[in-house]
């Protein structure tokens, strides 16, 4: 069994930053691609940013120059800092991972985290 805990969700005012981790624990043989999603009311889930074991990185073009994908493959974690926040960057997010365990691969899905993004 496999399980992503996020945290770090919350509300902030336009123009400021948080930082969101997701960690992964269980029986774990190796991680490859992490990345985080995000939904927001009356939309579709998108992605938002990924990164390779390797530390290859992805990013929507929304988020391009203010969000930085990082991960820490020792500790299975990965992390979103979000700087320069806009309103339209609220919704619940979401982390990924794509982990191979006993005899398998497959993708787990985090609970999600409310990001909040008001005056």
Same mark, same amino acid.
């Given at each position: 069994?496999?399980?992503?805990?996020?945290?770090?969700?919350?509300?902030?005012?336009?123009?400021? %930053?948080?930082?969101? %981790?997701?960690?992964? @624990?269980?029986?774990?043989?190796?991680?490859?691609?992490?990345?985080?999603?995000?939904?927001?009311?009356?939309?579709?889930?998108?992605?938002?940013?990924?990164?390779?074991?390797?530390? %290859?990185?992805?990013?929507?073009?929304?988020?391009?120059?203010?969000?930085?994908?990082?991960?820490?493959?020792?500790?299975?974690?990965?992390?979103?800092?979000?700087? @320069?926040?806009?309103?339209?960057?609220?919704?619940?997010?979401?982390?990924?991972?794509?982990?191979?365990?006993?005899?398998?691969?497959?993708?787990?899905?985090?609970?999600?985290?409310?990001?909040?993004?008001?005056?």
């Amino acid at each position: 069994q496999v399980q992503l805990v996020e945290s770090g969700g919350g509300l902030v005012q336009p123009g400021g %930053s948080l930082r969101l %981790s997701c960690a992964a @624990s269980g029986i774990i043989f190796s991680i490859n691609v992490m990345g985080w999603y995000r939904q927001a009311p009356g939309k579709q889930r998108e992605l938002v940013a990924a990164i390779t074991s390797g530390g %290859s990185t992805n990013y929507a073009d929304s988020v391009k120059g203010r969000f930085t994908i990082s991960r820490d493959n020792a500790k299975n974690t990965v992390y979103l800092q979000m700087n @320069s926040l806009k309103p339209e960057d609220t919704a619940v997010y979401y982390c990924k991972a794509d982990v191979r365990t006993w005899g398998t691969r497959l993708d787990y899905w985090g609970q999600g985290t409310q990001v909040t993004v008001s005056s």
